[in-house]
Nanobody, 124 residues
Framework: VQLQASGGGLVQSGGSLRLSCAAS????????VAWFRQAPGKEREGVSC????????FYEESVKGRFTISRDNAKNMVYLQMNSLKPEDTAVYYC??????????????????WGQGTLVTVSS
């Protein structure tokens, strides 16, 4: 199983980016998929996750209304659309899936497969 996150970059405050998570060796539509981020000197935190099946999305409080997670099952990909970006969103962003399907959670210990991370830098 391999996950590859991409789409990061440098953007000004208020700008937008779309992150992509591509998978091989696993069919993402059968699993919950989450995005996490880790800022320098901070612990990894869950940002958003999307259920398999009903596609229900969950968000960490600070990104609600600004970020949108979505799936493209035909492409075996998951996206994170990030709007109204703030400097505090600066971090390395990772996509992740569990080894088996689980109840929606943003706790990283429940996820087993991780992408390599993509850096998002938001300038003020």
């Amino acid at each position: 199983v391999q996950l590859q996150a991409s789409g990061g970059g440098l953007v000004q405050s208020g700008g937008s980016l779309r992150l992509s998570c591509a998978a091989s060796g696993i069919t993402l539509e059968h699993y919950i998929v989450a995005w996490f981020r880790q800022a320098p000197g901070k612990e990894r935190e869950g940002v958003s996750c999307i259920n398999s099946g009903d596609g229900k999305a969950f968000y960490e409080e600070s990104v609600k209304g600004r970020f949108t997670i979505s799936r493209d099952n035909a492409k075996n990909m998951v996206y994170l659309q990030m709007n109204s970006l703030k400097p505090e969103d600066t971090a390395v962003y990772y996509c992740a899936t569990p080894r088996r399907n689980i109840i929606a959670t943003l706790l990283p210990e429940f996820y087993h497969y991780w992408g390599q991370g993509t850096l998002v830098t938001v300038s003020s």
